[in-house]
């Protein structure tokens, strides 16, 4: 880990220092993915099973995983297991029903009644990946919301086999389609369809380098699908005062930088003690990891920054704009209306960021790589769109016909003028 | 218009014909595009001036306008229309005041509290198309959410010279940073910046093709810009029976074929005496029209359904999902919570499209071209970002702890794990 004194930075140094690496070369992947989809668009199920051999070397008896298998997983996991999805289930099940929007239904002047109303993204395809261990907390954070806004068709894709953790949280979440799919073919066969996978309007959940590219290129064709958000390497921001414990802060770092050698760690904090005491908690913790050379590498290009103040600190905050953004302060809750751009905020010593990628009810499916300053923690929003509805009485009409009118004149559009004069003529003749 | 009875049509034949025609060649541009970018990143005000003496056939005095000539805009304009966009400016002001989020605070189980909390985008930069008619009622649509919002910085670009309605509706919206620039080099000085105007963080606004393609290429550079939404041909579907007055919706066609010669206008009812006389009285009513050249070409390719019946006639809207979705039926609030894949709705005899476009509250910025299946029409929410935060107590974490334990365990995440069990080791001390 780098230490720095922002003070001693100039501007473009500070900015520089916190630029996020470049995402490494896109040409490749760019036509390798495309080559995937146009596979699966042409040849449907059987290019799915080609690809699903030659990528990840087994041939699934079946693309759908059946709801016998489904149901199986159940008695093949342990009752600590359960009960564990169960209440990580719960809480987020709590966080994300609280998110139901209120109807919405205001009359603007006399007569002008108008209404925001939210229905469900219709089909929906979540995307589960793969690799040295399953991720079923995934599952949660993408199947939850599916159920709770009410969307018709939940398809789930993951590479087989699939863990028995993600079944089971996949059967938690009533989602019945479940197909052993992984990568670019997952992508492409829920955006486009085939004869097994229905095809979806949106498409969520993280991936490798190529199913983030299959993700780009299917939401850039209309015939495709929308995406939940674009993605980049996970990150963590600590800001830290003299009150925190450098233990806690360096497990916090080290729970990022344990996650991909591309992950970014930052801690920000007034205090040069404690900039020491956490580099050198780190280096001991880092020891014992399973995946210490993953986070070895994540932590080579991380920094420790001491500031002048907690104010300045804020501040390098929200100029980074992390993904998820952790405070150990003496009242962190008073900097909370200070900070800005980030996904997941974490209050205090005794909220970890590991409570909110698993069970403390909140999504952990974040906007990062700066997207944080455009982008929303993934929500029930996200699986629902909003529609307005006007409706306007006689009166109401009446009311606003000059307005309407007059605008339209100046834009030069005689029939939307037209759409109202015809009615309010015939108002009159009606009162006549 | 073509008149066509839904049940006499094949699956195929029903599907193809609701089909969107094809955005045409992308290719020349994509490659134009990309130009224009990359001139305007190099070349910065410099380009930007000689992009708009090559396109716009000007070169202003200065990029940005200055705040006297916003103001004298006012003096220029008729009492009668300051009046009208004074009224356009409260009724959408008061309909997007209401979209506020309330606070969510919840306890997902004892002792762990999660929150959503809302933050403006910081820096929103709005782009008004020229051409033949001035557009301030778009001005209206992205400033006034994005002031509600809250936005710190709010930049508008439009093609030189700029209509004084447009500035006038501008300083209404309370927008200071005015240029005049037009197209894709608008687009490219808002995602990056130049000498003169702000970078900002998302683009909003419509546009021709090149502004739309420049939009989408800035939106796949995560050093560019996000952007509000696909976009696509405006389009309208009335569904009417025969309760519904032929005049009235076919003034209501007309205003959306004059709109451009791409427009989409479909007319899905059960009555066949009402479709007839719909054909006759749009065959009538284009005579007299300025843009009567346009609304023709649109017309060419619009679609009159003859359906079995209301239910119907939703499905097929449903199907189609409307930008603009006119409803013209005996009790047309029946049919609202069937309704779904529409931008806005028009719900009675009384509430022409136009009223929507300009003056009622809410939105004309609106998902067309299917994207009404996953896109919302525009808000508040589009000028915002939602957070979560967490805080978790001594014992809220010792509740929680075996859950986040064993799901980390699960994902073989040690450093996840003991980012806990680190904090649950010292409460075990201190209770000691």
């Known amino acids: 880990m780098r230490t720095v004194v922002w003070r001693s930075l100039s501007q473009s140094q500070q900015e520089s220092i916190l630029e996020r690496p470049a995402i490494a070369d896109g040409a490749n992947i760019t036509a390798a993915v495309s080559s995937v989809i146009e596979q ?24 759908r995983v059946s709801s016998d298998e489904i149901d199986a997983a159940s ?13 990580a289930y719960a809480n987020i099940s709590t966080f994300h029903k609280a998110q139901k929007p209120q109807p919405l239904k205001v009359e603007t002047q006399p007569g002008v009644v108008c209404e925001q109303v939210t229905r469900p993204i219709n089909k929906v395809g979540l995307y589960i990946p793969g690799g040295s261990a399953p991720l079923p907390s995934t599952v949660l954070m993408l199947g939850v919301p599916a159920q709770i806004a009410g969307c018709r068709k939940v398809v789930l894709c993951s590479p087989p086999p699939i863990a028995d953790e993600i079944l089971y949280v996949a059967k938690l979440c009533k989602i019945d389609e479940v197909y052993n799919i992984g990568g670019g ?16 309007d949106k498409i969520f959940g993280p991936g490798n380098a190529y199913v983030t590219e299959a993700k780009r290129q299917v939401s850039n ?29 360096a497990a916090d770092l080290l729970s990022q930088a344990e996650h991909g050698p591309d992950s970014q760690v930052v801690l920000v904090t007034p205090s040069a003690v ?11 913790q880092l020891k014992d990891l399973s995946r210490a050379e993953i986070a070895e590498k994540a932590l080579g290009s991380s920094l420790v920054i001491i500031a002048d103040s907690l104010t300045q600190c804020v501040s390098i905050s929200n100029y980074y704009g ?31 960021e590991s409570v909110g990628d698993y069970a ?9 790589y700066g997207y944080t300053k455009t982008h929303s923690s993934l929500g029930l929003a996200d699986f629902s769109k909003r529609m307005t509805v006007q409706e306007l009485s006689k009166q109401g009409l009446e009311l606003l016909a000059p307005t309407v009118v007059t605008m339209a004149e100046a834009e030069g559009l005689d029939a939307h003028k037209r759409a109202v004069t015809i009615r309010v003529e015939k108002l009159m003749q009606e009162q006549k």
């Open 40 to 63: 699966v668009r042409q040849g449907g199920d059987s290019a799915v099973l080609a690809l699903t051999e030659k990528f990840d070397r087994v041939r699934p008896d079946s693309i």
């Open 75 to 87: 008695g093949r996991l342990s009752a600590k297991m359960k009960q564990a999805l169960e209440q």
């Open 185 to 200: 073919q997952a992508v492409a066969a829920m955006a486009y369809g085939t004869e097994s996978v229905a095809k979806v």
């Open 221 to 249: 064709d209309f015939r495709g699908a929308a995406i939940d958000m674009p993605a980049g390497p996970s990150e963590v921001l600590v800001i830290a005062d003299d009150s925190a414990d450098p233990e806690f802060i």
């Open 274 to 284: 404690l900039a020491d005491q956490v580099t050198e908690a780190v280096r001991n």
């Open 322 to 352: 992390p993904e998820h953004l952790i405070v150990q302060t003496k009242n962190p809750r008073e900097l909370l209306s200070l900070l800005d751009n980030a996904g997941s905020i974490f209050l205090g010593d005794w909220s970890p």
């Open 360 to 368: 403390s009810g909140t999504n952990h499916v974040l906007p990062t």
